[in-house]
């Protein structure tokens, strides 16, 4: 049985007065952070049926998020460059100039869909990458503790302790290293086995700022941009 599609919105809270986008709707709102404007946008998501609303990951948002789930809104949050990655995407270069409400509500849209039946193959990928975050920690700390050992932070009794010291904290920075390549290289190699994945994450790399290393997180915390390439198939 095929799941019943979820109306979605997006509101963009970067400028002076927030925009609201409802999906499949060409109109846009605006309304500033304040009382009236929160209640404002309630009433249009109510009127055209929304039940999901994605809102960026900015520091002025709490209240209205606060206002919208109370009316009984889900909110999906939404991160600036997960947008910039779906507009790069979708548009190209043209669509790197930030987010926007409406691409904010397509993108909720296709989160929506993926949570409704979410890809198999992301289930390992995502504990490969919290694997490969915590090899990069440990690699943090082991060459901070080096500095600090060489800066004269750790003290040793003597000489030779030094000496001693210093071997310790370049073996383990050493094998913090290596083990946070195989973590890499294991991860990269298991992302490129799969054509529509290394497609995508190639796609990802071209973006301006973007290196392999913050394409990789890109597209494991973003399954659903792999629907996009489906959908312009079937639209094809």
Same mark, same amino acid.
Do not use: N
């Given at each position: @049985?095929?799941?019943? =599609? ?23 709102? /605006? ?11 309630? #009433?249009?998501?109510?009127? &055209? ?10 520091? &002025?948002?709490?209240?209205?998020? /606060? ?28 669509? %790197? ?7 904010? +509500? ?8 993926? =949570?409704? #039946? ?9 504990? /490969? ?12 700390? +082991? ?5 600090? /050992?060489? +800066? ?9 302790? =030094?000496? %001693? ?5 370049? =073996? ?34 071209? @973006?301006?700022? @973007? ?9 494991? %915390? @973003? ?14």
């Amino acid at each position: @049985m095929t799941a019943e =599609r979820v109306k979605t919105a997006g509101i963009s809270t970067a400028g002076a007065t927030f925009e609201l986008a409802v999906q499949d709707v060409a109109e846009r709102w /605006h309304a500033g952070d304040d009382r009236d404007g929160w209640r404002a946008f309630a #009433s249009v998501l109510t009127r &055209h049926g929304v039940s999901q609303v994605g809102l960026e990951l900015t520091g &002025h948002r709490p209240k209205l998020a /606060h206002t919208l789930r109370a009316t009984g809104f889900t909110i999906v949050d939404i991160e600036p460059r997960h947008v910039r990655a779906y507009a790069w995407l979708t548009e190209g270069p043209a669509g %790197a100039r930030g987010p926007d409400a409406s691409r904010i +509500a397509a993108l909720t849209a296709l989160r929506a869909e993926e =949570r409704a #039946s979410p890809d198999p193959r992301f289930a390992s990928l995502s504990g /490969h990458l919290v694997y490969l975050d915590y090899a990069e920690d440990d690699l943090r700390t +082991a060459r901070i503790r080096r500095l600090q /050992h060489r +800066a004269g932070v750790t003290a040793p009794a003597g000489p030779d302790d =030094r000496s %001693a010291l210093d071997q310790v904290y370049d =073996r383990d920075e050493q094998w913090a290293e290596e083990r946070a390549g195989r973590a890499l290289a294991e991860l990269v190699a298991e992302l490129r086995g799969d054509a529509e994945i290394a497609a995508c994450l190639d796609r990802l790399i071209a @973006m301006p700022d @973007m290196d392999e290393r913050r394409a990789i997180a890109a597209v494991i %915390a @973003m399954p659903e941009l792999l629907r996009l390439r489906k959908q312009g198939s079937a639209s094809g």
